[in-house]
C-alpha cells in the first residue's frame, strides 16, 4: 500500500517549452503533496507544499511563476516547468502525505523525474 | 529552522559487519518525528526506519535499528549484517508533530558502499 508514482520518468524537452510532471497516490488519498528537487550528489530541496483545493506553499527562493503546482484533486499534483532553460535540468520527487492513520505521519515518495533542458 | 546534520558524506563497511551511521539535528520542540530514508541509484526513495521522539524505546526493523538520543539531539542509524543491496545514499529527517505538520527537513545523506 501507499504507492506513488510519477509521469514521465524521463522528459528531454527544448529550452523555452513547458513541461508538465504528474503525482498521483494510486491507492489512498493524499491530503498534502510535496515537490522536491535533487541535484546530482545532494539532498533533496523542497520547493513546495501543496493542499488538495488551495494554492501551493513555496519555499523562499522557489519562483511560482516558473514552478506552477496544481493540486486538484485528493490523488493527483502536477507540477509544470514553464519556459524551461537548462538549468533546470534536475531530478524532481514528489511524496504524499495520507489523511488518516499511519499514512498521516509519512511521506510516500514517487519514482521521481528526470529533467533534461537541451 | 529545523537542522538536520550527517557528518559522515561517505562510509564503507565490509559485507556482513555492522556500520552505524551519524545524525544530529537541532530543535526547540519536544514533539517530532525522525526518519532514516534509503536512496538506492534507482533513486527511490525508500522509508528505512521511524522513531517518535516521545518513545524511549529505539526503533527497530530487521536488521536496522536506531540509537536515539534525545537530550543529545543524536539519532544514529546501525546496520547489522551488511548486505551489497544495502549499498545507497541514507538520508536522516526530521519533520514536527502534530496534525498539521508542514515539511521533511532532510540532512545532506551519507553514501554507504559494501565491500564484497
Known amino acids: 500500500g501507499a504507492v506513488v508514482s510519477q509521469h514521465p520518468s524521463w522528459v528531454i524537452c527544448k529550452s523555452g517549452t513547458s513541461v508538465k510532471i504528474e503525482c498521483r497516490s494510486l491507492d489512498f488519498q493524499a491530503t498534502t503533496m510535496f515537490w522536491y528537487r535533487q541535484f546530482p550528489k545532494q539532498s533533496l530541496m523542497l520547493m513546495a507544499t501543496s493542499n488538495e483545493g488551495s494554492k501551493a506553499t513555496y519555499e523562499q527562493g522557489v519562483e511560482k511563476d516558473k514552478f506552477l503546482i496544481n493540486h486538484a484533486s485528493l490523488t493527483l499534483s502536477t507540477l509544470t516547468v514553464t519556459s524551461a532553460h537548462p538549468e533546470d535540468s534536475s531530478f524532481y520527487i514528489c511524496?504524499?502525505?495520507?489523511?488518516?492513520?499511519?499514512?498521516?505521519?509519512?511521506?510516500?515518495f514517487g519514482p521521481g523525474t528526470r529533467l533534461t533542458v537541451t | 529552522a529545523q537542522t538536520v546534520t550527517q557528518s559522515q558524506p561517505e562510509m564503507s563497511v565490509q559485507e556482513a559487519e555492522t556500520v552505524t551511521l551519524s545524525c544530529t539535528y537541532d530543535t526547540s520542540e519536544s514533539d517530532y518525528y525522525l526518519f532514516w530514508y534509503k536512496q538506492p541509484p534507482s533513486r527511490q526513495m525508500i522509508l528505512v526506519i521511524r522513531q517518535e521522539a516521545y518513545k524511549q524505546q529505539n526503533a527497530t526493523e530487521n536488521r536496522f535499528s536506531v540509537n536515539f538520543q534525545k537530550a543529545a539531539k543524536s539519532f544514529s542509524l546501525k546496520i547489522s549484517d551488511s548486505q551489497l543491496g544495502d549499498a545507497a545514499m541514507y538520508f536522516c529527517a526530521y519533520r514536527s508533530g502534530g496534525y498539521n505538520f508542514n515539511k521533511f527537513y532532510f540532512g545532506s545523506g551519507t553514501k554507504l558502499n559494501v565491500k564484497p
Open positions: 511524496s504524499a502525505r495520507g489523511t488518516s492513520g499511519r499514512l498521516s505521519y509519512e511521506q510516500y
